[in-house]
């Protein structure tokens, strides 16, 4: 059964940093690209970053030069590194996993940027 498991969500000041992890069992991490969505209340879910599985990164113009995707394939683990937070970025974080015949999902991590 393939499980994807977010964690690092918090509640944390404006200016703050975060990183976000979500492991990856069941399945061969390193044959799937990785993405971090999120979801603000009452909005739909967006997209924020993408890392192939060749390393290549793609970043939302929201979060670009704000925020850092990373994998460690010896870990089945991708990071997301968040900085210079913003309240806009108040959202629940997903990871997703995908390649040419699946795509999977996490449960979500709740990230609150407040004073």
């Known amino acids: 059964q393939v499980q994807l498991v977010e964690s690092g969500g918090g509640l944390v000041q404006p200016g703050g940093s975060l990183r976000l992890s979500c492991v990856v069992s069941?399945?061969?991490?390193?044959?799937?690209?990785m993405r971090w969505y999120r979801q603000a209340a009452g909005k739909q879910r967006e997209w924020v970053a993408t890392?192939?599985?060749?390393?290549?990164?793609n970043y939302s113009d929201s979060v670009k030069g704000r925020f850092t995707i990373s994998r460690d394939n010896a870990k089945n683990t991708v990071y997301l590194q968040m900085n210079s937070l913003k309240p806009e970025d108040t959202a629940v974080y997903f990871c997703?996993?995908?390649?040419?015949?699946?795509?999977?999902w996490g449960q979500g991590t709740q990230v609150t940027v407040s004073s």
């Open positions: 997703n996993a995908y390649n040419a015949y699946n795509l999977y």
């Open positions: 069941g399945t061969s991490f390193n044959t799937y690209h």
């Open positions: 890392i192939f599985t060749g390393r290549n990164t």
